[in-house]
């Protein structure tokens, strides 16, 4: 039940309990004249929203782009915002704006009764039932890749995994052959990134007509995945029958008031290729990249699939028995979630905690600070798989560990997203050593999704003697 402040009949309250909260200001970083803290933000994302929580608290509000942003760390607050109050909160117009620019009026960015039409014909099509039916997919797949290795050259696993994720997309998704499409896919959406981030750190969007490089390069992307994704709905409808993946869902899906529009279905196609290969390609990328770091866990991670799988595929039985992949999936979205940020807004003043939130105030959520807050995770700079059991997550604040957000919101993609992680994540230990060239060392670049940059994940392959995809008859 919302009850609301007598004080304030537009302010809404959390909770009977909370409304004996007095009234808390909310710290604010002043920052420079006119831009606050937009340079000091820009110049380091990272470092900057660890550092104003440490300075001020679990809430924070300061000055970015000419707007007001606040800064939220506290578990609980977070999970009134994803999950308990969950309709006063929608994407803020900001993040609206940038995304769609792009994505247009999908799932992922429209709100409201719109948003939950979508949702319920979209939902349907990520059944456990029918992401399963992919696992096979998925590990041949990355066998394939892997088969196209040479023992000892040197490979940007980036760029491989961010490849493989993209012909596994276009396979399970839309059950097409993306493999001539892959690198048209990733370097439209390596741009996209890039102009994104660009937008945010804008406080008024450029004119589409400005003939600027950036607008060239935005119009360039767009097109080219408009391109791949015209020529994937055109063959399904030709087609006229459910081929078992999404995108025939999407088309052949109906509630009363009829299916997706065209634009609907072009949205959220766009929405399924940015979503469904990007951010888990960057969370396979830092599984790896710590699976290298840490040569202890890859070990037992090999004890455990070979003990269960021994040198046959894995298969998604196998994963049942398999708890320590899920937990070092687990502690590697924790590390470094390639969903490092994501931002909500009010749709009314909201006081929750004693903090009110204003209507449309921006409100910034890091899931990178959370699995780095050591009252929610101990030593938490310490990559430990093991702390993951049952006691551990019982005991882990609710709004604590938010890898693919939560509550109505919370990512439609994520089995298909876990599994997929698992699966690769197996399959790799299997066959491959994680190793690093010697003395690379990763950025942290924190876009739209956290990934390595420009210079990528450098490592060398390096087979284990006994892998079984070496075997002549693999």
């Known amino acids: 039940m919302h009850l609301q402040s007598a004080e304030s009949p537009r302010t809404h309250v959390a909770s009977t309990s909370e409304a ?4 808390r200001p909310i710290p604010v970083r002043k920052g420079r004249p006119v831009i606050g803290s937009t340079i000091e933000f820009q110049k380091d994302q990272l470092g900057f929203v660890q550092d104003i929580h440490r300075e001020y608290g679990d809430v924070v509000k300061t000055n970015i782009s000419m707007m007001d942003w606040y800064f939220v760390r506290d578990p609980e607050i977070i999970h009134e915002i994803n999950v308990r ?3 006063l909160f929608v994407k803020p117009a900001l993040a609206k704006r940038i995304w769609k620019l792009f994505l247009g009026n999908g799932i992922l960015t429209a709100d409201g009764e719109d948003w939950k039409r979508q949702h319920d014909l979209i939902k349907p099509g990520f059944h456990r039932h029918r992401v399963e039916a992919y696992g096979p997919i998925m590990v041949d797949y990355a066998q394939q890749m892997i088969r196209g290795f040479a023992d000892g050259e040197k490979r940007d696993m980036r760029h491989e995994i961010n490849g493989l994720a993209i012909r596994i997309l276009g396979r399970t998704l839309f059950a097409a052959d993306m493999d001539g499409a892959a690198d048209t896919v990733y370097n439209a959406m390596h741009d996209i990134s890039e102009i994104l981030v660009e937008h945010i750190n804008l ?7 400005w003939p600027s490089a950036s607008n060239r390069r935005k119009i360039d992307a767009i097109e080219a995945i408009e391109g791949v994704l015209k020529r994937l709905i055109a063959d399904r409808r030709c087609e006229g029958t459910d081929a078992g993946d999404l995108l025939s869902h999407l088309i052949f899906a109906r509630d009363q008031e009829g299916g997706l529009s065209e634009q609907q279905l072009r949205d959220n196609g766009m929405t399924l290729i940015f979503a469904g290969h990007e951010t888990t390609a960057h969370a396979m990328t830092w599984a790896w990249y710590l699976l290298a770091k840490h040569p202890e866990v890859a070990d037992k991670l090999l004890a455990e699939v070979k003990a269960v799988a021994g040198d046959e595929p894995v298969n998604v039985e196998h994963l049942e028995n398999m708890p320590y992949v899920t937990q070092v999936m ?3 979205l924790r590390f470094l979630p390639s969903v490092w940020a994501f931002m909500r807004a009010p749709t009314e003043d909201v006081t929750i905690k004693g903090y009110t939130f204003p209507k449309g105030a921006a409100i910034f959520i890091s899931p990178y600070v959370l699995g780095r807050d050591p009252r929610n995770h101990p030593n ?4 430990d798989p093991e702390r993951w059991t049952r006691e551990y997550e019982r005991n882990l604040p609710k709004g604590a560990f938010v890898p693919f957000a939560a509550g109505p919101r919370v990512c439609a993609g994520q089995g298909f997203a876990q599994m997929e992680m698992k699966l690769l994540l197996a399959t790799f230990i299997q066959n491959l050593v994680p190793t690093l060239q010697d003395g690379f060392v990763p950025e942290f670049v924190p876009e739209l999704s956290m990934h390595p940059g420009k210079n990528g994940l450098q490592c060398k392959v390096v087979f ?3 892998a079984p995809l070496l075997r002549k008859d693999a």
Do not use: N, V
């Open 20 to 23: 004996t909260h007095s009234k």
């Open 85 to 87: 109050q969950a309709k």
């Open 203 to 209: 406080p008024l969007p450029t004119p589409r007509w």
């Open 330 to 332: 687990k502690e590697s």
């Open 380 to 383: 938490p700079e310490q990559f």
């Open 464 to 466: 284990r003697e006994d």
